[in-house]
């Protein structure tokens, strides 16, 4: 059974940096694509960044694209948000997603298999 457990979050002021981690387990995550998800207050969850765990590819929404960056330690099985510059506009809850079987990093919620619970980030201006 794959377990996403998300850890970091908090409060930041603007134009300061956080970063998230999101620990797995009970699963093989070679050819899985490993995503972060947000969710504002009254929006819909979406797409940030996203991870092949064996090639290292990436993929970023263009919202945060020259200020966040995703990475993956293997031996932690771990995979981060190294998140910069952050705007009161990043305010979510940030979600941890895997998918087993990836064609490319799906940007869509729905084409993820497991979720973590979530963490809040609150930037204040």
């Known amino acids: 059974q794959v377990q996403l457990e998300e850890s970091g979050g908090g409060l930041v002021q603007a134009g300061g940096s956080l970063t998230l981690s999101c620990a797995a387990s009970g699963g093989t995550f070679n050819s899985y694509a490993v995503a972060w998800f947000r969710q504002a207050a009254g929006k819909e969850r979406e797409f940030v960044a996203g991870?092949?765990?064996?090639?290292?590819?990436?993929s970023y929404a263009d919202s945060v694209k020259d200020r966040f960056i995703i990475s993956r330690d293997n031996a932690k099985i771990t995979v981060y948000l190294m998140m910069n510059v952050l705007k009161p506009e990043d305010t979510a809850v940030y979600y941890c997603a895997a998918d087993r079987l990836p064609w490319t990093i799906p940007t869509g919620v729905r084409e993820y298999d497991y979720w973590g619970q979530g963490t809040q980030v609150t930037v204040s201006s």
């Open positions: 991870i092949h765990w064996s090639g290292g590819d990436t």
